[in-house]
């Protein structure tokens, strides 16, 4: 098979990401017009968009390989222009007024047993996703170069990156910590992925495995504090904690140890002292 030419394939790189960011656009006005709506109540769809890609690249990976990369750049792309319209919508339109949305759809389940995939955008939501739309697009970009000669591997890292992307942006929007902790812990076996990447090399299979271990330690005191929570509120649910400050003045002993639990998941994920070896 003869290689193609290095000018038609920055040509159809371009093309792969303007064109992509350009539906991405168009989708995002389509579905704010058509239901006479904010970016916000769409913020469901952003996340989906990059474990879509996820899904794509594994499926249709193995018949080309270099298509990973521009599944993973339309998929993130996606997200992405949809993170950067909820963050206008929020940070400029202050769509919230000070305070937050809501959205909650049930995926799947019965009478006594219902999934609820919801959203909880604020103004920290909106910040985020303003800062993880934008870095995420430009590290999948910038993969497309680096990753150019690992022939078949491409498929398994855009799979990878894209997967990482959606998890991390599900965090941001989850409007509950038990969607939150899913997230966080899909987020975990995406960076152990990610760090292990050339598992052949010693340093890069050590690098994954300390990584692994210890942001399971912080997950444990995450899970804990999540316990305390629902034990003693029966909800996880943000809008529900936070909107009720009696109820958590009432109770201050059981939420100053899960917030405390809750500190120690976040120093185990990102490796602070004492976890930080």
Not at 29 to 48: K, R
Request: hydrophobic share 55%; charged share 15%; proline share 3%.
């Amino acid at each position: 098979m003869s290689e193609k030419d290095p000018d038609t394939s920055n040509m159809d790189l371009l093309v792969t990401i303007f064109g992509s960011l350009a539906l991405a656009l168009g989708l995002l006005f389509f579905l704010v017009q058509e239901e006479d709506t904010s970016p916000v109540n769409v913020a469901w769809l952003i996340p989906v968009f990059s474990i879509v890609s996820f899904v794509l690249i594994l499926l249709l990976g193995s018949y080309d390989p270099r298509r990973g990369g521009s599944i993973a750049v339309i998929g993130v792309g996606f997200s992405s222009v949809f993170s950067l319209g909820v963050a206008y919508d929020v940070l400029i339109n202050d769509v919230t007024h000070g305070g937050y949305i809501e959205s909650t759809r049930i995926w799947f389940g019965g009478q006594t047993f219902a999934f609820e995939f919801g959203t909880y955008i604020d103004g920290l939501a909106g910040l985020l996703l303003l800062v993880v739309g934008f870095v995420s697009y430009l590290v999948v970009v910038f993969s497309l170069g680096y990753m150019v000669e690992e022939g078949d591997r491409q498929v398994r890292y855009f799979a990878e990156i894209a997967l990482f992307v959606g998890v991390m942006l599900g965090l941001v929007v989850a409007n509950s910590f038990l969607l939150m902790f899913i997230f966080w812990e899909l987020v975990g076996v995406c960076s152990y992925l990610l760090i292990g990447f050339w598992y052949e090399k010693p340093s890069a299979a050590s690098a994954a495995k300390k990584a692994f271990i210890v942001t399971r330690v912080g997950d444990v005191f995450l899970l804990l504090g999540l316990v305390i929570l629902f034990n003693t509120f029966g909800t996880l649910r943000y809008s529900e904690l936070f909107s009720n400050p009696e109820l958590l003045s009432e109770n201050a002993e059981a939420v100053k140890w899960a917030t405390l639990c809750i500190f120690g998941g976040a120093v185990g994920k990102s490796a602070q002292f004492p976890l930080h070896v």
